[in-house]
């Protein structure tokens, strides 16, 4: 019986070395791995390399996308919107019931706010109803370095059946190309007559040192389209019109 009992005692120290004997080493006594186990191994560290090497050009591929945004932002002109008239200058024919000036400020808030969402850096000549002087106005475009300005007016007339669209340059292929572009885009929002895009020396866009067009967005003496022009869902479609001419060039 203490035989038997002897032989079944478990022997810690020739069990560690019992198990360090069937374990394969390297000369000098280093572990060495099974062959399969190598093999994991090599291929865990090739897989974990091309996953490395993936994000790596992802990383680049993401920074140089940013770098194109950057670059086109920079690339785009500002965009100088005239509200026209203000203050004391109604706007409009003399007598005019409606006045222009409350309208082209909310068309040129809302458009820029649009440009604003869609990337473009922006400037307002008038951002209330305050009077500024037309010099004034062509100086606020003269000192921006590549830029456009779009002044915003509403059109009179004597004849009260006259209505539709106009879009005006006063000289340069990029200011009859904007004008082009914005009357376009005007015209296919709204739907209204085609009063064409038409060369004039008007203050603003004649003193201008930049691409310039003055949009008659209305006639405000024409009773039908003036009630259209007083509700905030056109005044928002003629912004987003005049936007995507804008962005149609630039």
């Not at 009260?160 to 340059?169: I, K, L, N, P, Q």
């Amino acid at each position: 019986m203490r035989a038997i009992f002897s032989a079944s005692v478990f022997d810690p120290a020739s069990s560690i070395h019992e198990v360090r004997s069937r374990i394969p080493r390297f000369p000098h006594g280093t572990l060495r791995l099974p062959l399969r186990d190598r093999l994991n191994m090599e291929a865990i560290v090739i897989v974990l390399f091309r996953v490395a090497v993936m994000l790596m050009f992802r990383s680049i591929k993401v920074l140089c996308l940013l770098m194109l945004v950057a670059a086109s932002a920079v690339a785009r002109p500002l965009v100088v919107i005239d509200a026209g008239h203000g203050g004391h200058d109604r706007g409009g024919m003399p007598g005019q019931r409606v006045p222009e000036k409350g309208y082209t400020l909310d068309v040129a808030k809302r458009l820029n706010g649009v440009l604003r969402s869609a990337g473009f850096r922006t400037v307002m000549t008038r951002s209330s109803d305050e009077f500024v002087g037309l010099g004034d106005r062509c100086r606020i475009a003269n000192r921006q370095s590549n830029a456009i300005f779009v002044s915003i007016h509403f059109n009179g007339a004597s004849n009260y059946d006259a209505f539709g669209v106009e879009t005006y340059y006063c000289r340069g292929s990029k200011s009859a190309a904007l004008a082009t572009a914005i009357h376009r885009a005007v015209l296919s929002a709204t739907g209204t007559m085609d009063r064409r895009v038409r060369s004039r020396g008007f203050f603003v866009i004649r003193r201008t040192n930049v691409p310039a067009v003055l949009c008659e967005l209305g006639f405000l003496t024409n009773r039908s389209e003036a009630a259209r022009i007083a509700t905030t869902s056109y005044r928002q479609k003629l912004a987003e019109a005049i936007a995507r001419g804008i962005r149609a060039r630039y």
